[in-house]
């Protein structure tokens, strides 16, 4: 049976790619403070010590990663750097690193967001860690030629809306967003960012 790492697992959509993965895959789920193995995926030495004890792997897929959600005036420069070095390097640290463990023919996918290409006041942080993602993305696609890298970019989930009560009925289901990343895994592309057109 294949080998999936999840990164992001306990999360509304993580929790919907576990379900969906589950019946072809042995999912190894990685979260902050519960899984298979705790992680801060910001810590390059964490990292490369999770990925020695996993060993190899033919897929790994991150829902995870942290950014500030609030107008210009309420952003710090620290704000900047908390969510650069969570999201987005915490992302890249498990592609880089991860990379050097995976099986021949492995399948990355990491998390963006809609954000990236449209903007909405609160979401700058965010937007911008997006769009720097998707570039990450798509370079390392051309260089890593016996693997797969691919983005998903999802909007709100149905469901997160409901938890922060918001007005849902633009929310697409997580369950939606899990398949993106199954078709991110197993598309056979590599350099695509997949969304719910």
Same mark, same amino acid.
């Given at each position: 049976? !294949? !080998?999936?790492?999840?990164? /992001?697992?306990?999360?509304?959509?993580g929790k919907?790619?576990?379900?969906?993965?589950? $019946?072809?895959?042995?999912?190894?789920?990685?979260?902050? $403070?519960?899984?298979?193995?705790?992680? @801060?995926?910001?810590?390059?030495?964490?990292?490369?010590? #999770?990925? !020695? =004890? %996993?060993? /190899?792997?033919?897929?790994? %897929?991150? $829902?995870s990663g942290?950014?500030?959600?609030?107008?210009? @005036? =309420?952003?710090? +420069?620290?704000?900047?750097?908390? /969510?650069?070095?969570?999201?987005? #390097?915490?992302?890249? *640290?498990?592609?880089?690193?991860?990379?050097?463990?995976?099986?021949?023919?492995?399948?990355?996918?990491?998390?963006?967001?809609?954000?990236?290409?449209?903007?909405?006041?609160?979401?700058?942080?965010?937007?911008?860690? *997006?769009?720097?993602?998707?570039?990450?993305v798509r370079?390392?696609?051309?260089?890593?030629?016996? #693997? *797969?890298? *691919?983005?998903?970019?999802?909007?709100?989930?149905?469901?997160?809306?409901?938890?922060?009560?918001?007005?849902? $009925?633009?929310?697409?289901?997580? +369950?939606?967003?899990?398949?993106?990343?199954?078709?991110?895994?197993?598309?056979?592309?590599?350099?695509?960012?997949?969304?719910?057109?």
């Open positions: 049976m !294949k !080998k999936l790492v999840l990164v /992001g697992s306990t999360g509304v959509i919907k790619v576990k379900e969906l993965f589950g $019946t072809d895959y042995e999912v190894i789920s990685v979260n902050r $403070t519960s899984g298979d193995y705790q992680l @801060d995926m910001a810590d390059a030495e964490a990292v490369e010590s #999770m990925f !020695k =004890e %996993i060993g /190899g792997f033919d897929a790994l %897929i991150s $829902t942290y950014g500030k959600w609030a107008s210009i @005036d =309420e952003h710090s +420069i620290q704000d900047f750097h908390d /969510g650069l070095n969570s999201k987005l #390097m915490g992302q890249v *640290n498990l592609v880089m690193i991860g990379r050097k463990y995976a099986n021949a023919g492995a399948s990355f996918a990491v998390s963006t967001g809609i954000l990236a290409q449209y903007p909405v006041e609160g979401g700058l942080s965010l937007g911008m860690i *997006n769009a720097g993602l998707e570039a990450f370079g390392a696609a051309l260089e890593m030629k016996e #693997m *797969n890298i *691919n983005a998903v970019s999802p909007s709100f989930a149905k469901e997160t809306m409901e938890l922060m009560g918001m007005d849902s $009925t633009s929310g697409v289901p997580a +369950i939606e967003f899990a398949k993106l990343y199954k078709e991110a895994i197993e598309s056979g592309k590599s350099g695509e960012v997949y969304h719910v057109s």
